[in-house]
């Protein structure tokens, strides 16, 4: 069971990027798929969700710029980012969560993708 995120890498102060999750050894379609990025010197954050429904919902920093989709057929979750600024900068890591009477609770991490943004 993993999941290895993608996509990271420097880019410039506006520029954009997207990221992937992607999952193995299990199906993403009954999770709901977190991003979450962490700065230096700082706690992780919440940046976006996507429930397994496709509901949606963001972080305040990341609003209108950011969107979290994701493809079950690929067993894939994306966070395309734009507009980046310095302060998105951090390892971005994807989380995958699920709970039920009959599974309990499942909860994956990935290991991160490096996102840096210079000004």
């Known amino acids: 069971v993993r999941l290895v995120e993608s996509g990271g890498g420097l880019v410039p102060a506006g520029g954009f990027l997207r990221l992937s999750c992607a999952a193995s050894?299990?199906?993403?379609?009954?999770?709901?798929i977190g991003w979450f990025r962490q700065a230096p010197g700082k706690e992780r954050e919440g940046v976006a969700e996507?429930?397994?429904?496709?509901?949606?919902n963001y972080g305040e920093s990341v609003k209108g710029r950011f969107t979290i989709s994701r493809d079950n057929a690929e067993n894939t979750v994306y966070l395309q980012m734009t507009s980046l600024k310095p302060e998105d900068t951090g390892v971005y890591y994807c989380?995958?969560?699920?709970?039920?009477?009959?599974?309990?609770?499942?909860?994956?991490w990935g290991t991160g993708t490096l996102v840096t943004v210079s000004s």
């Open positions: 050894g299990f199906t993403l379609d009954d999770y709901a």
């Open positions: 989380n995958a969560k699920h709970s039920s009477l009959s599974d309990g609770v499942m909860n994956f």
């Open positions: 996507i429930t397994n429904r496709g509901v949606t």
